[in-house]
């Protein structure tokens, strides 16, 4: 599980806003801390590689271990993210998923698409994301051969 203090990063871009600041609002009533790069409204158009980009960085940089991005439909959001060699981002649809790619894929990004999840699914699938360990074991090697 993660620490409740431990800082998870958040961004999105503009299709998927509203529902990462509903995430941000629900996580935070149950102690956790995150730390929001961006983007800062529904109504204006940006671009999601660079958000994607700037939470990378900071995984990178180990100033969190994990992280949530949510776009319109997750796809393009996490496709940026996987560019980098140390994320390891899952886009998931329900709870199912979001605990399957902590067990067997260390995910380590969450992706969200804002138009195709409610949020109280996307909340429940983070919940579980962030409450489920590695499984490692048989894991591990297929883990390995990612950041090769």
Known sequence: MIRKPFPILIASDHAGFNLKKFLIAELQKTGFSLLDLGCDSAEKSVDYPDFAQKLAKKIIAKKAKIGILVCGSGVGISIAANRFKEVRAALCFNAKIAKLSRLHNDAN???L??????????????????ETEFEGQRHEKRV?????
């Open 113 to 130: 698409g804002a138009r195709l999840i409610s949020p109280l699914s996307a909340l429940r699938a983070v919940k579980v994301f962030l």
């Open 109 to 111: 990004v969450i992706c």
């Open 144 to 148: 390995l051969k990612l950041s090769k």
